[in-house]
């Protein structure tokens, strides 16, 4: 039989264990579907011998073998307290999404503590961000070298529903009008759901943990660089990814061209995969932050975006699913809320040297070792995925506020 004319079009050629005839069938219904512009990825889910493209994509973006991956993990949590950053904050304008609770409140803590001038508590309910402050706000000690005459940290709690792209951009529009600067943006809030449900144009998690997210970094980005140039400071945005973004199966990749979010969002496809869609968020996450670092690179633009790994620890963020099981890893071998977010707040004071990298315990890893980005990330797959990924995200981005993109180019 003739191969099919579309198999050598694959960029990933995945489709080696399949049979031709199957092959044949799956880029062909592919194509046409492609060509009717039409989002509909049943292709993926019903064809080939027992869905081998579907086991296929699930299997290769998974570093599940990986036992270094695995080995480091582990060592981290049992052996590794991560530490604060030996500068302080003092002067600065940081901005903490997520902070009413978690990494989040107890990083947000951190700040206080090491000297911020001003620290913005993004949050979706601003019932439990105020409660958040006053906590914060009770458990500052003055200490014995305290000057009187410094002025009190200004904590302010402002709503962000990132399920929301007009709360996003009403943030974002409120920081450029009254901050006077912005130094740091940690981008910490993030969702864990396993259950599909629709948030704007995406599922929940994609909308909340990867697109506005990333609305949010390049909507403030402009600020950001403009306190860079006033204030000759270096100026951060850290985003909290996870480890587990080396356990995310990416069967999605295999979507025509432009359609990877659309077939991450189709009903029939995630809930085949939703068990996955957390590490699948984090894994868009980190392509997306080595590509957004790789243009402001080229543009030479000032400050540091970098991302983190908190580590296992013992929040809120498995609320859905609070079995058990995750209450016997918790107690055996999480960190607390306070010990993870330490990493959060050395993201958010490391160099150059960190800009586009992936940082564990508070450290950058370099690409390649342990405990650092996926094999599939380094790929040359991965690298091309990033490049969709970014492409599809630009159009999303500029779609929902105009020119939002641009100050990256
Ligand atoms: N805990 C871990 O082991 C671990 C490991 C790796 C990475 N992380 C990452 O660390 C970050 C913080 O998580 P956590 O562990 O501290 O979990 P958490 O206690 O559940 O905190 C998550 C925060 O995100 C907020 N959030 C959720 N959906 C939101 C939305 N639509 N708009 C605005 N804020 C929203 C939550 O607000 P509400 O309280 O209102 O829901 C909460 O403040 C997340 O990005 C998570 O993926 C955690």
Redesign the pocket.
């Known amino acids: 039989m003739a191969a099919s004319p579309m198999a050598d079009e694959s960029p990933h050629k995945l489709n080696t264990n399949t049979s031709a005839s199957t092959q044949k069938a799956d880029y062909s219904h592919r194509t046409r579907d492609a060509a009717l512009g039409k989002t509909d990825f049943t292709w993926l889910t019903t064809t080939g011998n027992n869905n081998q493209n579907f086991l296929l994509g699930l299997r290769a973006t998974s570093d599940t073998s990986r036992p270094a991956q695995i080995m480091g993990a582990i060592y981290s949590q049992f052996f590794v307290t991560p530490s604060l950053p030996s500068t302080r904050f003092t002067s600065k304008t940081v901005i903490v999404?997520?902070?009413?609770?978690?990494?989040?409140?107890?990083a947000a803590r951190h700040f206080a503590e090491l000297d911020a001038a001003r620290l913005i508590l993004?949050?979706?309910?601003v019932a439990?961000g105020e409660a958040a402050k006053k906590s914060i706000l009770e458990s500052l000690v003055p200490t014995e070298t305290a000057n009187d005459t410094a002025a009190p940290i200004d904590i302010q709690v402002w709503p962000?529903?990132?399920?929301?792209y007009a709360?996003v951009v009403a943030l974002s529009a409120r920081a450029a009008t009254e901050l006077d600067r912005i130094d740091v943006l940690l981008?910490?809030?993030?969702?864990?759901t396993q259950r599909f449900r629709l948030?704007e144009q995406d599922e929940?998690s994609i909308?909340?943990?990867v697109v506005?997210t990333f609305l949010l970094v390049l909507t403030l980005l402009p600020k950001l660089c403009t306190t860079a140039g006033t204030f000759a400071t270096e100026q951060h945005v850290s985003?909290?990814?996870?480890?587990?973004h080396a356990w995310a199966p990416l069967p999605e990749r295999l979507a025509p061209e432009g359609q990877i979010f659309a077939m991450l969002s189709d009903p029939e496809v995630a809930e085949k995969v939703m068990a996955h869609r957390?590490d699948v968020?984090?894994l868009l996450q980190v392509l997306v932050v080595r590509a957004l670092a790789e243009r402001m690179t080229r543009k030479k633009m000032p400050g540091v975006l970098n991302m983190l790994?908190?580590?296992?620890?013992?929040?809120?963020?498995?609320?859905e699913s609070y079995g058990m099981g995750i209450k016997i890893a918790y107690a055996i071998m999480?960190?607390t809320?306070d010990a993870?977010?330490r990493t959060?707040v050395r993201a958010a004071r490391a160099g150059r040297q960190s800009h586009g990298c992936y940082m564990a315990d508070g450290e950058v890893v370099e690409d390649g070792k342990s405990m650092g980005v996926s094999k599939f990330v380094r790929s040359e797959e991965g690298r091309a995925v990033q490049e969709r990924v970014w492409g599809e995200l630009k159009a999303k981005l500029d779609g929902i506020r105009a020119g939002a993109t641009e100050v990256v180019g």
Do not use: H, M, Q
């Open positions: 999404t997520g902070s009413n609770t978690g990494l989040g409140l107890a993004a949050v979706r309910n439990a962000l529903d990132l399920a929301s709360s981008c910490n809030a993030g969702v864990y948030a929940l909308t909340v943990n506005s985003a909290v990814t996870s480890e587990l957390y968020s984090k790994t908190p580590g296992f620890c013992w929040t809120e963020i498995a609320r999480a960190r809320a993870g977010s959060l």
